[in-house]
């Protein structure tokens, strides 16, 4: 591919290439599921601040990708990404409302179980995670209300249950836009006018902390048809979105489709 693309070509015949990222949007990328990249390959660039130029060696003409420490140009939207067989973990403390140490036990629980965490929403009684994709649930597993055949998973509901009640489904998607956050609202206003028009649940949301990612969480069988719906919302200048909703997103000059 000429570079990295708004979004997997698979999905999306009509992704086209991305001229500016960040050193920080191409690691979200590549940890999110884009796979030009290696989720550690910016790492060293970062550290000595090093221009990196993503190419096609098949097609050395296209300019690709260029990924600086900054850029001037900043889209609402650079690229859409998405990650399958996903878990999720959802936390409710069974503790009185306003005692400390909820998230602290949380969070000590998956270390020593050695489970990491790939995106994240808490509240002070509740936490809702997704497992980093280490875990395989088998296709019995998909849809359950909880998989207990990974001993770690085992061990998690173990070390917690004496603080919360844990559930854990399988068969979730991460679907992950890299957007301009100070505009959160506005692609906000768009995604969730989308999914419900599709009538996809988003299950879970979460803004990272490096302020340059927005994940969704949905049921694992929609996220192509969700990841094509906002594809062609961002990038291929049509929506199927009311024009009202739309116009919450200055600058993007879309074609509403019935």
């Known amino acids: 591919v000429d570079g990295i693309l708004t979004a997997d070509p698979r999905e999306c015949p009509d992704a086209k290439p991305v001229p500016f990222v960040t050193f920080e949007e191409a690691a979200e990328l590549a940890y999110f599921g884009a796979q030009v990249l290696h989720p550690v390959a910016m790492q060293p660039a970062m550290r000595t601040d090093i221009p990196v130029r993503v190419k096609n060696s098949y097609n050395p003409a296209a300019k690709g990708t260029l990924i600086t420490r900054k850029h001037t140009e900043q889209p609402l939207v650079s690229a859409i990404t998405s990650k399958t067989g996903v878990q999720m973990v959802d936390i409710t403390s069974t503790r009185m409302l306003g005692q400390y140490g909820f998230l602290a036990e949380v969070f000590k629980a998956f270390e020593a179980c050695a489970l990491s965490v ?77 999914l419900s028009k599709l009538g996809i649940q988003a299950e879970m949301m979460s803004q990272g902390a490096s302020k340059v990612n927005i994940s969704i969480i949905v049921p694992e069988e929609r996220a192509s048809e969700a990841v094509q719906a906002l594809h062609s919302c961002f990038f291929e200048r049509k929506c199927a979105v009311t024009t009202n909703v739309v116009d919450i997103a200055e600058g993007l000059d879309l074609e509403v489709t019935a």
Do not use: Y
């Not at 809702?128 to 990974?150: F, I, V």
């Not at 998690?156 to 991460?174: C, M, N, W, Y």
């Open 118 to 194: 790939d995106v994240i929403a808490s509240s002070e009684v509740s936490v809702s995670l997704t497992l980093n994709k280490n875990l395989e649930p088998s296709r019995k597993e998909r849809g359950a209300k909880t998989s207990d055949t990974d001993p770690r998973l085992v061990a998690l509901k173990e070390a917690l249950g004496r603080v919360a009640d844990v559930q854990i489904t399988s068969g979730h998607s991460i679907v992950t836009l890299i957007a301009d956050v100070n505009r959160a609202s506005q692609v906000m206003a768009i995604v969730f006018s989308v």
